[in-house]
């Protein structure tokens, strides 16, 4: 929606894909945070939420580095599209790769009902 809206030159798509893509990592984030909080050593936990912190800026920085060094070189609107793609592959691949074991295992344990650590 938010590409849709730059190519269309239209700015209510373009801030209503704004919007949308504002709220789901917002969301991913807020949720991010919630299982680190939950899966983190109290001792350590904010060891691993700066951690988090950390890759999640990353994660916002990096992509919009790469939208100006592409729009130094070629057209604005075909450097929006390339992030956007790139962005969405990322996205997918991260999700069909997603260790759903390690979670269920992980979750288990912290209800107690089996050993963190467990052999495959």
């Known amino acids: 929606m938010f590409e849709a809206g730059l190519w269309a030159r239209s700015l209510p798509t373009f801030a209503a894909g704004t919007l949308l893509a504002g709220t789901g990592i917002g969301l991913a984030f807020r949720r991010g945070v919630g299982v680190a909080q939950r899966l983190a050593d109290p001792r350590r936990r ?53 260790p759903t074991t390690a979670i269920a295992r992980a979750t288990a344990a912290l209800s107690g009902s089996t050993p963190l650590l467990h052999a495959p």
Do not use: E
């Not at 800026?57 to 592409?70: K, M, N, Q, R, S």
């Open 46 to 98: 904010a060891d691993l939420i700066s951690t988090y912190f950390l890759f999640a800026y990353t994660g916002t920085i990096v992509p919009t580095l790469a939208l100006g060094l592409l729009d130094q070189t070629i057209n604005q609107d075909v450097a929006a599209l390339i992030l956007a793609v790139a962005v969405v592959a990322t996205t997918l691949a991260s999700a069909l790769r997603r």
